[in-house]
C-alpha cells in the first residue's frame, strides 16, 4: 500500500533522529527505575535504624538526579519524535497534494472538496499523532516495564513471587487481539463521517448566499445536524469501545497490586521477605501501572491511525483516468486544424449519450461557432478536446495527429480555454489574468484586458492590477469575472482558442465589441466559439447546430437563415426579443 510505503520510507529516512530520541526516552526511562530501588534501600536503612542524617540528605540527592536526568532525556527524546512528525504530516500533506493534481475531472466530480480536505487535515492529523504518541510512549512503557521486571529480578525479591505477582498483566495480548480490530473498524467509521461531514460543511459554506436567498436556513441547518449527529453516534461507539479497552490495561496492572500487597504482606508478615522487598515490589508494580495505561493509549491510537493510513492508502492507489501514454510526443504545431471522426461519447455511467456520430473539420486558422439548446453536448466536445475526458480512440486529432499521443501539457498548453464561469484565484488581477503565463509584462496583461473590455473596470479599483480579489479583496461582478478570465484566455496567444459561452454574461454592445477583438486577433488563428447567443458567433466560417448530442444543422450564418431548422428559429427568437427590447 503507497502510503504505508511512505509511512515506511520516512520513518526509514529519518531512522537515525528516531534511534536517537529512543535511546534518550530510554536511557530516561532506565534511570527512573532506579527509584524504588533507592526507597527499598532507604526503608530498610531506616527501619534497621541505621540510618544517619547524612544518609538522608545521600538519598535526597540521588532521587533529585534521578528526576532531573528522567526529565531532561525523556523531554529531549519527545521533542524530537514530535518535530519528526511534522515532518511527515508536511510531506504526507505535500504527497497527497500532488496526487490530487493528478486526478482526473470524473473523480472530482463524485468526491468533494470537504472529503479531499479530510484526507489531508483529519487523517494526515492522526497518523502522525499515531507515530509520535506510539513511539514516545512505546519506548517510555516498554523501558520502564523492562526495566522494572529487571530491576525486580535483580534485587532480594523471590522470583516465585514477581511471577505470581504480574500473572494478571499476562491478558494484555489477549486484550488486544480482543479489541484492535474493533477498534480499527470504528475508526474507520469515524473518518468516513468526518469527511462526509466536511464535505457537507464545504458545500453549505459554498451555497451560503444561495439558502439565504431562499431562506432556507432552517433547512440546512437540520441537514447539517443530521451529519453532526452521524458523527458523534460514530465517535460514541468508539469512545466507548477505546474507554473499555483503555481501562481493562490498568485494571490488570491493579489486579496485580492487589496480589502484591496481600501475597507479598504476607510473606513480610511471615518475616520471609524484608519490608524493604515488599516496599520496592509494591512501588515496582505500582510503577507498572502508568506504562500499561500508555501501551492501551499505543493500541488505541494505533488502531485509528491505521483506518487512517487506509484511507490514505486507497486515495493514493486511485489513478486518474486520462493517462499519458509512455511514448506520448509533444503537439506539434505546423498546423492547428482539429479533425474529428465519429466521435460518440458517453459520460461513465451515464445511460445516454451526450454526442453521438459527431464529424467536425476545422482547418487551421478557421473559426468554427457552435450553437445548441443547453444539454446538446456542446461543452462535452471541448472537454473532450482538452482530454478531460477521453474520447474512444482514433475520432480526435489535432494538427494530425491523435490526441491520445501528445502529452498532456503540449495538449492542453496549445488550446486556450475559456470557460462561461472561470474560476478567479483569491489573488491580484494581474495574476489572475497571467495565470498561464507567469513572466507576461505589465503591458501584455493591460492589451489583452484592453482585448477582453475589463481594461477600465480593473483601473477603477484603488489598486488597478494589483487589486487583490477573494475574501480579503474585491467581489467582481458576474460581467467582469467573466471578461477577467476572458483575459486570461487571450494573453495565452494560443493556437487554438475555446470560448465556451464566455461573453454570455455582458451586454450586447460590449459582447459586440470583445467579438471584434478577437475575430481580429485570430484572423489566422484556429478558434471555436461555443454560445447561445448567435451575435457571438455568426460570423464564424462555418456554424455547427448541436441538438442532442447530434449535428442537426452546419453551414454559414446566411446558408443557415435560409434553412427550415433550430438556427432560425433562434434567430427569429433572439432577433425579435431584441427588436422588442430597442422598441421599448
Ligand atoms: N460529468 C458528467 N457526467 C454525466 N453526465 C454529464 C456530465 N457532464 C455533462 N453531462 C451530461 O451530458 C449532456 C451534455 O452536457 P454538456 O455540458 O455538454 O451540454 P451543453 O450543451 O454544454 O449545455 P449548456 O449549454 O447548458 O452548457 C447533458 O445531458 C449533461 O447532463
Given amino acids: 500500500m503507497k502510503a504505508q510505503r511512505l509511512l515506511t520510507y520516512y520513518l526509514r529516512s529519518k531512522a537515525f533522529y528516531y534511534l536517537f530520541a529512543i535511546l534518550l526516552i530510554a536511557a530516561g526511562n532506565v534511570i527512573q527505575a ?33 528526576g532531573l536526568l528522567y526529565g531532561s532525556m525523556a523531554g529531549l527524546g519527545q521533542y524530537v519524535i514530535m518535530r519528526l512528525g511534522r515532518g511527515f504530516e508536511l510531506l504526507t500533506r505535500g504527497s497527497l497534494f500532488r ?47 523492562l526495566s522494572a521486571v529487571v530491576m525486580m529480578l535483580t534485587s ?20 488486544v487481539v480482543r479489541f484492535g480490530p474493533q477498534i480499527r473498524q470504528r475508526s474507520m467509521t469515524v473518518q468516513n463521517s468526518l469527511g462526509a461531514m466536511t464535505e457537507a460543511a464545504e458545500e453549505q459554506f459554498g451555497g451560503i448566499r444561495v439558502t439565504k436567498k431562499f431562506a432556507v ?49 504476607f510473606l513480610t508478615m511471615r518475616g520471609s521477605i524484608s519490608m524493604g522487598s515488599f516496599v520496592s515490589l509494591t512501588l515496582y508494580v505500582r510503577l507498572m501501572i502508568n506504562p500499561l495505561q500508555q501501551i492501551g493509549n499505543v493500541i488505541n491510537t494505533m488502531q485509528r491511525s491505521r483506518a487512517s493510513l487506509e484511507r490514505i492508502g486507497k486515495l493514493l492507489a486511485t489513478e486518474g483516468d486520462i493517462q499519458e501514454q509512455k511514448e506520448a510526443a509533444p503537439l506539434l504545431q505546423h498546423s492547428a486544424d482539429i479533425h474529428i471522426r465519429s466521435l460518440s461519447f458517453r459520460y461513465p455511467g451515464s445511460g445516454r449519450d451526450a454526442l453521438l456520430g459527431i464529424n467536425l473539420t476545422i482547418p487551421d486558422g478557421k473559426t468554427v461557432g457552435i450553437i445548441g439548446k443547453t444539454g446538446s453536448g456542446k461543452t462535452t466536445l471541448v472537454k473532450l478536446l482538452l482530454r478531460i475526458y477521453d474520447a474512444p480512440a482514433g475520432t480526435i486529432y489535432i494538427g494530425g495527429r491523435e490526441i491520445r499521443t501528445v502529452t498532456l501539457e503540449s495538449l492542453r498548453g496549445d488550446i486556450a480555454y475559456v470557460p462561461q464561469d472561470g474560476f478567479l484565484f483569491s489573488t491580484t488581477l494581474r495574476d489572475n489574468i497571467a495565470f498561464s503565463q507567469r513572466d507576461a509584462s505589465l503591458a501584455a496583461v493591460e492589451a489583452a484586458s484592453k482585448e477582453a473590455h475589463i481594461y477600465d473596470s ?56 470583445i467579438i471584434g477583438n478577437i475575430r481580429r486577433l485570430r484572423k489566422k488563428k484556429t478558434t471555436l466559439i461555443i454560445a447561445h447567443r448567435i451575435s457571438a458567433l455568426k460570423h464564424a466560417d462555418e456554424i455547427i447546430v448541436l441538438d442532442e448530442g447530434r449535428i442537426a444543422q452546419r453551414g454559414t450564418h446566411s446558408k443557415l437563415l435560409l434553412e427550415e431548422g433550430i438556427y432560425r428559429e ?14 421599448t
Avoid at 477505546?242 to 501475597?263: D, E, K, M, N, W
Fill in 570 to 583: 433562434l434567430y427569429r427568437l433572439q432577433e425579435g426579443g431584441a427588436k422588442n427590447a430597442s422598441a
Fill in 156 to 175: 532480594s525479591i523471590p522470583p516465585f513471587l514477581i511471577v505470581t505477582c504480574v500473572a494478571p498483566l499476562l491478558f494484555i495480548p489477549w486484550l
Fill in 34 to 66: 532506579y527509584y524504588p530501588k533507592v526507597l527499598g534501600q532507604f526503608t530498610d536503612r531506616l527501619k534497621s535504624g541505621s540510618i544517619t542524617i547524612p544518609d538522608i540528605e545521600r538519598y535526597g540527592l540521588i532521587l533529585l538526579v534521578i
Fill in 217 to 265: 436556513e432552517r433547512i440546512m441547518i437540520t441537514r447539517f445536524g443530521a451529519k453532526v449527529d452521524d458523527i458523534k453516534a460514530n465517535q460514541l461507539q468508539l469512545v466507548r469501545i477505546s474507554s473499555v479497552f483503555q481501562a481493562l490495561l490498568p485494571f490488570l496492572g491493579t489486579l496485580s497490586l492487589i496480589v502484591t500487597i496481600a501475597y507479598g504482606g
Fill in 99 to 145: 496526487h490530487f493534481t493528478s486526478l482526473s475531472e470524473s473523480y472530482y466530480s463524485k468526491h468533494g472538496v470537504g472529503q479531499m480536505l479530510s484526507y489531508v487535515m483529519n487523517d494526515v492529523t492522526s497518523v502522525r499523532e499515531s507515530i509520535s504518541v506510539c513511539l514516545n510512549h512505546t519506548t517510555n512503557a516498554s523501558i520502564l516495564i
Fill in 458 to 513: 480593473i483601473m477603477g479599483f484603488k489598486e488597478g492590477f494589483g487589486t487583490k480579489l477573494g475574501e480579503r479583496g474585491v467581489t467582481l461582478s458576474g460581467g467582469q469575472r467573466q471578461r477577467t478570465s476572458l483575459a486570461r484566455g487571450l494573453i495565452k496567444d494560443a493556437p487554438i482558442l475555446i470560448l465556451d459561452d464566455s461573453v454570455s454574461a455582458v451586454d450586447a454592445v460590449t459582447e459586440t465589441a
